[in-house]
């Protein structure tokens, strides 16, 4: 009798995955939610010390950095956090991981260590802090993740609240508690909010923009507070976008008068003319609008400040002024060949579109060169305007791209073309007319100072992109010259300001928004102009308060078991490219209510509660 021993005849098996490896995998997912939920306020030297934990229960421990040299740091972070450390502490900690950093054998004991070094030169006032006070350094005013990432803390948990309960109207009040413009933000907030809420330790972040874009389509009109009492004072704003108009908001409702000087025929700014109406209908943009101008401020369209009239002459007529200009000035690529005819800048293009003078790209072949959203919004309005090809062309990779992951993979669905890794070299033309960009592919390398990917050229030939219309979306400028000559400090063409949009040697003048950040997102210019209300309300020798006296329904403790998140749905890709309609649609009643459920309510249940919940006030 013969006994065949499969097992033994075969030389390889195939491996199927245990249930053991099933469930570590599910808690390597529990951890990534873990940490990038991590939520706002974390003690960094504790959030340091987790890290390097983690680093010496990974390592082999075969070498005396990782299995000495990384117990011994937790050890030293460990009497920080326990007050029991001193100054000499803090230098032994930096030493000791300055060792590891050049011994480690490995990644791991390497990685652990620069991230400490990084740690005591970039927070060293929170190891003082430990070691004086016993406390630390970092700010717990504001403990609810949502409220503390967005740049105009608004109380998000209360509107989602409201919205849940169908109470629309009541939902855009608390918004403009903090923010006057909902409708705007419905649309196009980068939704940073969305990015540390506490949700996302159980599945995914709730999706906050969409259930503003649902308060803000069914609440009707909703008439501004009123304004209080006046007190005769009268404040400039130089600007009428995001910035400025917020500002003139606020000052309104604590009584002061205020004058808006644009330079353009409309205000909205960069929201009228750098967003396209596909993302931002007019109609939403001027609801907003017409409840700002409500409160009473006056308007100066068509005016520029130095031509119609020079900022020393302003700012005598006026007890304070506040600076909101924005970037409208476009960089250009510096390349050979851009004077050609057909090379335009995103601002530009942006302009027309927002005036209503749409160019005509029919049948053309249209390149985009840039990454940002800027850059999308440019190339998905390309194909709007009828083109017969958009490309748009990146130096680094895709992942690389500041834009919104939804705005790219938006206009791939449209049609467009994301070129990744190519740099633009010349621009080629005949007869003084664009005929291709010439462009040199790049190969990724190593990580740059701002921790990114670095691209050099790749050792094959230059390319050439057919071109009759070649749009350079890199980046605006600010023409803050005039500004400069003024007397005040200027830092790569941006106004040098404090936290609170002071300006040092203009006690009367304040600046923010683009013009001193630099360009930045709608949301971001939107708390520059809050910022600038209250410390101009200070200036002037006031305390106003911006209240909201909408009552939010008592939460109810339930119980919160997952539950996917709800996106918005869009109009057909084929459909919407070829018009400039809006490509979203909110959410329905059911939805909406779904999508409140999921909100873990952190105002009012744990740390946030016992920090004393809600603001009700600032």
Known sequence: MIIRRYVDLNRLTLTAQSRADAVLED????????????????????????????????????????????????DLMEQV?????????????????????????????????????????GFKDDFVSHITNGVCNSSFLNP??????????????????LVGEGRYADAVKLIRKDNPFPSVCARICEHPCEEKCRRGLVDAAVNIRAL??????????????????????????????PAGLTAAYFLNLMGHETEIYEQRA???????????VYRLPDAELDSDIDAILSTGTSVHLNYSVGKDGTFDEIRANHDATFIAIGAHSDNKLGIEGEEAQGVTSAVALLRAIGDGERPDFKG???????????????????????????TCVYRRRQEDMTALAEEVEGAKAEGCVIATLMSPVRVKSAEGKVVSLVVQPQIIGEYDAKGRPAPRNADVPEQEIPADIIVVAIGQSIEAEQFGKAGMELFKGSIVTDAGCAIKGFEDVFAGGDCATGPATAIKAIAAGKTAAANIDSYLGYEHKISCDVELPTP????????????????????????????EYAFSDQEAKQECSRCLKCDYFGYGKLEGGRELEW
Request: charged content about 25%.
């Open 27 to 74: 808690l390597y997912k529990e951890f990534d939610l873990r940490v990038a939920a991590n939520p706002q306020g974390l003690c960094p030297i504790d959030a340091v010390l987790s890290f390097v934990r983690l680093c010496q229960a990974q390592s082999c421990g075969k070498c005396v950095p990782c299995r000495v040299g990384l117990g011994q740091l937790c």
């Open 81 to 121: 956090l326990d007050s029991k450390a001193t100054m000499q502490t803090v230098k032994l900690i930096e030493k000791t991981a300055q060792s590891v950093y050049e011994t480690a054998d490995c990644a791991i004991g390497y990685a652990a260590a620069e991230l400490v070094i990084k740690a005591v030169k």
């Open 144 to 161: 609810v993740p949502c409220k503390s990432n967005c740049p105009a803390h608004v109380d998000i948990p209360g509107y989602i609240a």
């Open 212 to 241: 503003k874009h649902v308060a803000t389509d069914r609440a009707g009109v909703v008439p501004a507070p009123k304004c209080a009492e006046k007190t005769g004072k009268k404040v400039a704003i130089i600007g009428g976008g």
């Open 266 to 276: 409309k205000l909205g700014g960069m929201l009228r003319y750098g967003i396209p």
């Open 364 to 390: 053309k072949n249209v390149v985009v060169v840039g990454g940002g959203n800027v850059a999308m919004d440019c190339t998905r309005s390309s194909v709007r305007l009828g083109a017969a090809k958009v």
């Open 556 to 583: 109810k403790l339930v119980n919160q078991p997952r539950c996917a998140r709800i996106n918005e749905k869009e109009r057909e890709a084929g459909a919407r490219c070829k018009d400039f309609d809006v490509f």
